[in-house]
Nanobody, 123 residues
Framework: QVQLVESGGGSVQAGGSLSLSCAAS????????MAWFRQAPGKDHEFVAA???????YAADYVRGRFMISRDNAKNTVYLQMISLKPEDTAVYYC?????????????????WGQGTQVTVSS
């Protein structure tokens, strides 16, 4: 069992920055695949970024170059650093964990989810 707790959401103006944290328990973040997804009002969850067990990172095209996923093994925490935020980045951001061996950007491949944290970007 993996428990995930996100923090760090908030409101920011367009062009601003935010950093999200996801504290994990039950498994070490270096032994599982960790990812961030988001869900905007009226839309499905969409993939944002992932980090694999060996530290490889992946990011969706619409955030690449602006968002970066990283982890701190000592704190058993994964981060999402977001810069140059746009109003279309407004969503609830969820941390997710996948026990499988391979990276995936599919919602259905992630077994564990946090409660989500709101990010609001105003124009």
């Amino acid at each position: 069992q993996v428990q995930l707790v996100e923090s760090g959401g908030g409101s920011v103006q367009a062009g601003g920055s935010l950093s999200l944290s996801c504290a994990a328990s039950g498994r070490t973040v270096s032994s599982i695949i960790m990812a961030w997804f988001r869900q905007a009002p009226g839309k499905d969850h969409e993939f944002v970024a992932a980090i694999t067990r060996n530290g490889n990172t992946y990011a969706a095209d619409y955030v690449r170059g602006r968002f970066m996923i990283s982890r701190d093994n000592a704190k058993n925490t994964v981060y999402l650093q977001m810069i140059s935020l746009k109003p279309e980045d407004t969503a609830v951001y969820y941390c997710a964990a996948r026990i499988g061996a391979w990276y995936s950007g599919k919602v259905s491949d992630y077994e564990y989810w946090g409660q989500g944290t709101q990010v609001t970007v105003s124009s």
